[in-house]
């Protein structure tokens, strides 16, 4: 996920570059302005207006590094996209198969330059929006509609490009938890391994948790540095996060430290290699005795 144009969740000082959670920043900001109220007139292009005295009586936030001035941490009009994000938007584009443009006109050139660097590059542009945009001439498919949050369910590559052919969607409500499967990730080295010579045992790779769309884990960590020989970590005994609770059976194995298998011994080896040669049957009559003296 690129954010082109910032986050209004995060401020960013104008003087030193520090950033800062905008949540955080409210507890200073009501302090600072106890008393402070303002009536705001709606303006075009989402704006207020808002009475000069009241402007005037609003004591800013500060930078506590530096001092300096806080700002949203958004690209204005008027303002240059970062060049860093820029680059990381670009590169990428350069590794997809195609383009979505979901809930955009793309009247800013910021955000219309991909379409037309898609465009250049013959991958398939999908626009999915309410009236017209400046990439519909460019584009592959248009769908006049709104568009909401989903996850995808499965999709289809050509077997050939590995070009995306086909996907389903989940369409999500984001106030309803959901079931999704997520990877293990193994941290440290086992004293188990290290110091007994054992051998790690990665059994389950990956465990189905339910949690809010926003909630859901990147991975779950499991720290295996103090298991020792014979010993294992279950679900249960992984630490619990409130965000997200487990639908796998918490008796379900995760890791464990076993003993490598002991090699056979030459002698086994060579017994096992070289097994006795059975008797072999003679054919034919038997000799009879001479009894004729």
């Not at 519909?136 to 006049?144: C, G, Q, T």
């Not at 590559?157 to 989940?170: G, K, S």
């Not at 295996?224 to 679900?235: C, F, H, Y």
């Not at 049957?281 to 005795?289: D, I, L, R």
Request: with cysteine; hydrophobic share 40%; glycine share 6%.
């Amino acid at each position: 996920m690129v954010d082109l144009h910032g986050r209004l969740d995060d401020v960013v000082c104008l003087g030193c570059g520090e950033r800062r959670s905008r949540a955080a920043l409210q507890d200073e900001i009501t302090d600072a302005n106890p008393a402070w109220r303002a009536v705001a007139a709606p303006a075009p292009d989402g704006d207020a207006d808002i009475d000069a005295a009241a402007v005037e009586a609003f004591v800013p936030p500060r930078c506590g590094r530096c001092g300096g001035l806080l700002k949203p941490d958004v690209v204005f009009f008027g303002e240059n996209v970062p060049v860093e994000r820029y680059e990381a938007a670009k590169a990428a584009l350069a590794d997809a198969d195609a383009l979505l443009v979901a809930g955009s006109s793309l009247m800013v050139y910021s955000g219309f330059r991909f379409v037309r660097q898609a465009h250049e590059a013959g991958l398939p542009i999908a626009i999915v929006n309410r009236g017209r945009t400046r990439g519909d001439d460019l584009a592959s498919l248009k769908v006049e509609g709104d568009e909401s949050r989903v996850m995808v369910k499965e999709y289809q590559l050509d077997p050939v490009t590995h070009q995306l052919l086909h996907a389903d969607f989940y369409q999500l409500a984001m106030d309803k938890a959901i079931t999704v499967t997520v990877p293990i990730v193994l941290k440290g080295e086992p004293k188990g391994v290290k110091l007994q010579g054992g051998l790690l045992d990665f059994v389950t790779r990956d465990i189905q948790v339910q949690c809010l769309p926003t909630d859901i884990p990147e991975h779950i960590d499991v720290d295996v540095t103090e298991l020792m020989l014979n010993q294992s970590i279950r679900l249960r005994e992984i630490a619990e996060n409130p965000k997200w609770k487990p639908v796998t059976d918490v008796d379900t194995m995760i890791v464990h430290v076993v003993m490598p298998k002991a090699e056979e011994s030459a002698a086994s080896a060579e017994a096992a290699a070289a097994p006795a040669e059975p008797e072999v049957a003679k054919k034919g009559k038997p000799e009879e005795k001479d009894d004729k003296k």
